[in-house]
């Protein structure tokens, strides 16, 4: 290990509290880092007992206060334990603060990795309240003193440089978020697929993710009424951001059911472990992402990872991870310029999502062509072993 560079990653998740994506991509960037620097970790949560992790609990002062309010009391006492680092990293809006704050506490270099964009996800108003006011202050300062930028794709660098003109280009740099293969690879065994009630004599379309406006969902639910009559549909989908869309998905998979067969229409609340979602994926005949923002989506990386063929809005930064044609099918969209990422056409996006997944289900073989090049793909350009070695590039650009 190269112990004369300390980095100091600091994030809200961590295992084994990990609801997202940034959460997998800290799981993994960090074990990739160590043989390369002195990496140490602050999240936020129960203890850990993985050496060089620190995790935060909610402050008591600031028990029943607003929600961001709380995170920003962990932000100080994590920019506070970052003390005699070289250099701090920081993920997310949760964690933002913390690296602004330790920037100026301790006199180093700020890293922000963009995993996605307040000014681009207007509905957690819903979620946060007067919050979204603070987790909005709290990401706009960090990016725009930040010493350097990482984008998770072309398309967020265009998005941060659109949400915060203020920013000098050149400290915006691209840096994909990788998938293990060895994790993510095709698991043939059905003992999940039999537990949960999944037919494998049946084609499936798959989701996966968690229940928020970005995610899509209600799209795809209203989209699974066109598919064809022998499609099960499969939805790994937990977490709601607030009661109004548990509630509105709650209600259109009711529909669902009632206007198709109910053993065709299975839905999973809970989160499930890894190697569980791997079986899931690798069986499936299509994967669904029908996000309307997302600055990456390595779910469709895991999915690709299980050999299993992609259907996925051609927004944000998906084109570069899914090679239309090749990994699997992307369905336009016209989206509203008020940051929402709403369909200028809902019904037209929820027709074209519905025809991308019927004509892979009623051509398994051409899903199977594109799932096994989609695994080739996911191997050969998304290995975290590289995208820690652009990382500590990035970081030595600013020490």
């Known amino acids: 290990m190269t112990t004369s560079l300390r980095v100091d990653l600091i994030t809200r998740e961590y295992p084994p509290e990990v609801y997202g994506g940034a959460g997998v991509h800290l799981e993994y960037l960090a ?57 701090v990293h920081s993920h997310t809006w949760y964690a933002n603060f913390a690296g602004h704050t330790a920037k100026l506490l301790h006199g180093v270099p700020h890293v922000v990795t963009t995993h996605s964009l307040e000014p681009l996800r207007p509905w957690k108003a819903e979620q ?57 690879a095709p698991d043939r065994g059905t003992d999940v697929i039999e537990r949960l009630g999944i037919d494998l004599n049946r084609p499936s ?92 989506g390595i779910v469709n990386l895991e999915a690709m990872a299980c050999e299993t063929a992609v259907v996925a809005t051609a927004t944000g930064g998906i084109p570069e991870v899914v090679a239309d044609g090749e990994t699997g099918l992307l369905v336009p969209i016209e989206q509203l310029s008020d940051g929402t990422g709403t369909p200028v056409s809902p019904e037209k996006f929820v027709a074209d999502l519905a025809s991308a997944m019927t004509t892979l289900i009623r051509d398994p073989q051409r899903a199977a062509t594109m799932g096994l090049a989609g695994r080739r793909r996911a191997v050969e350009k998304f290995s975290w072993s590289r995208i820690a070695v652009d990382t500590l590039e990035v970081y030595n650009s600013v020490l």
């Open 128 to 184: 946060l309240g007067g919050g979204y006011a603070l987790s909005s202050f709290c990401e706009r300062v960090a990016i725009e003193h930040a010493d350097a930028i990482i984008a998770v794709s072309g398309g967020m660098r265009r998005d941060v440089l659109t949400a915060y003109p203020s920013v000098n280009p050149d400290k915006v740099r691209v840096v994909y978020n990788g998938i293990d293969t060895t994790q993510y």
């Open 205 to 296: 379309v798959v989701f996966v993710g968690r229940i928020t406006r970005q995610k899509g969902l209600p799209y795809l639910m209203r989209a699974c009424h066109d598919l064809p009559p022998e499609t099960q549909i499969v939805l790994l989908a937990g977490a709601p951001d607030t009661p109004e869309i548990a509630a509105e998905v709650a209600g259109l998979a009711d529909e669902l059911r009632k206007a198709r067969d109910p053993q065709g229409v299975i839905w999973v609340q809970e989160m499930l472990p890894k190697h569980e979602v791997v079986q899931v994926l690798t069986h499936a005949t299509v994967f669904v992402c029908p996000s309307i923002y997302e600055p990456m």
């Open 31 to 87: 074990r990739d880092l160590r043989p390369l620097a002195d990496v140490r970790v602050h999240c936020f949560g129960a203890p850990r007992t993985e050496p060089g992790v620190t995790a935060y609990p909610d402050l008591g002062e600031l028990s029943g206060a607003n929600a961001a309010l709380r995170t920003m009391g962990v932000d100080l006492a994590m920019a506070a334990g970052c003390e005699g680092t070289n250099i």
